[in-house]
Structures are given as C-alpha cells and as structure tokens.
C-alpha cells in the first residue's frame, strides 16, 4: 500500500509538473535622473559704491553692479556709525550698527547706480555696507560675519 501509494504521489507530481505552464513575472523600472539645483551660485555681479555724500539732512550713496554678470537675488545693506573714526574697519571692525537689512534689487551689469539714503541722528561719521553674493570668491574685500561685503566711503555729518 505505502509502495503504491508513493508511486502515485511521485506520478501526479511529476505529470503536473511536466505538463502545466511555466509562468515568470519580469518587472521593468525606469531609472530617473534628477538634477537639483542649490542655489544661489555666484552670478559673477559685483557691488561697488560709485559716491557717498552728505545733505543737509540726510546722508547718501550710490551703488552699482561693476561685475560681469546680472544679479541674480537682491542683496542687502547696513549703516554703521562711529563718534570719531572709521565705522568700519579694514578687518571687518565695525562700529554702532544704526540700520541694517536694507534692500538692494537686483541690477543688471553696468546699470544704472541706485541711491541708498539714511536720515542720522547724530554727529560723527557714517558708513554704508553692501553685502555681496555671498558665493562671490573673496579676494581683498572686507568680510562682515563671514560675508564679502563692499563699503562706501567715510561720511562726515557734522549738524
């Protein structure tokens, strides 16, 4: 009985497996290729203060972009004041900061210069500050918090 009942079992296997349809499922993907941009880059614009002044009630400068490309995001600019000196250093020493983040647009390359202003409170010496594309190699700029910044000329404002 276990004889013949094995020869059935090994019988039945073996016709099913040699008579039934082999199936194999293939799947296909698609390779993506992404590129993320991390931006900002260095646009290759350059920021250069053209004059800076004083008024009768409100010191001024003008800045332009002098590089070789367009800016590609606004910038931003301070003040800095100092009672009796440079308000800011060749080293990035800087002294009272009276306003900051200021907004500087974008310029087109050799544009026309933008005026930036600021009313001062008191007596001494004032200094406008320009951050630059802070991808911008630096080279002799004068770097604030890390940032290669360009500085206007010492503004006496003597009320």
């Known amino acids: 009985m276990w004889n013949f009942g094995l020869a059935w079992f ?5 016709s099913l497996n040699l008579t039934s349809t082999t199936n194999a499922l293939f ?26 002044s004083y008024d009768s009630n409100e010191i001024y400068a003008y800045i332009q972009n002098v590089g070789q490309g ?12 100092s009672p009796n000196g440079n308000p800011v ?8 900061l009276v ?3 200021g907004v500087i647009p974008k310029m087109a390359v050799n544009g026309d210069p933008i005026k930036l202003t ?3 409170l008191k007596k001494g010496f004032y200094m406008f500050v320009a951050f630059q594309n802070h991808e911008k190699p630096v080279g002799n700029e004068i ?8 500085v206007s000329k010492k503004i006496n404002v003597n009320k």
């Open 27 to 52: 799947i296909s993907q698609v390779k993506m290729e992404t590129s993320i941009e991390a931006g900002p880059w260095f646009d290759h614009s350059t920021l250069s203060f053209t004059n800076a």
């Open 99 to 101: 306003i900051s983040e």
């Open 143 to 150: 770097l604030l918090e890390g940032l290669p910044v360009t």
């Open 70 to 81: 367009d800016m590609a995001l606004n910038s931003t600019y301070s003040v800095y004041y």
């Open 89 to 96: 250093g060749p080293h990035g020493e800087v002294g009272e």
């Open 118 to 120: 600021y009313t001062p």
């Open 10 to 14: 090994v019988l039945m296997f073996l």
